[in-house]
């Protein structure tokens, strides 16, 4: 079964940081892309991030360039989003997705609080 277990959300005051981690299982991590999306409060989804985990890849949204840093640990099946300079905006749920533009398997979601 495929699995993706995100965790690391929190409540976090603007300019702070938060590490968000993917726990993944039942498929080829080191073979895959992956991608963050999120989803603010009353809105629909936003992509924010995506990496071929085998070449390692970043893309991100312009509205995380520079601040958001996408990466993955292949021995622990593992995606990682570094997220840094936090603003109120980036408040939403994240969640881990397997795929670039249509993916197919999504985790629980993380909810990240930045409040203004």
């Known amino acids: 079964e495929v699995q993706l277990v995100e965790s690391g959300g929190g409540l976090v005051q603007p300019g702070g940081s938060l590490r968000l981690s993917c726990a993944t299982s039942?498929?080829?991590?080191?073979?895959?892309?992956m991608s963050w999306v999120r989803q603010a409060p009353g809105k629909g989804l936003e992509w924010v991030s995506s990496?071929?985990?085998?070449?390692?890849?970043?893309y991100y949204a312009e509205s995380v360039k520079g601040r958001f840093t996408i990466s993955t640990d292949n021995a622990k099946n593992t995606l990682y989003l570094q997220m840094n300079s936090l603003k109120s905006e980036d408040t939403a749920v994240y969640y881990c997705a397997r795929g670039l533009y249509y993916p197919d398997v999504w985790g629980q979601g993380t909810q990240v609080t930045v409040p203004s």
């Open positions: 990496m071929k985990t085998d070449i390692r890849n970043p």
């Open positions: 039942g498929f080829t991590f080191s073979n895959s892309a």
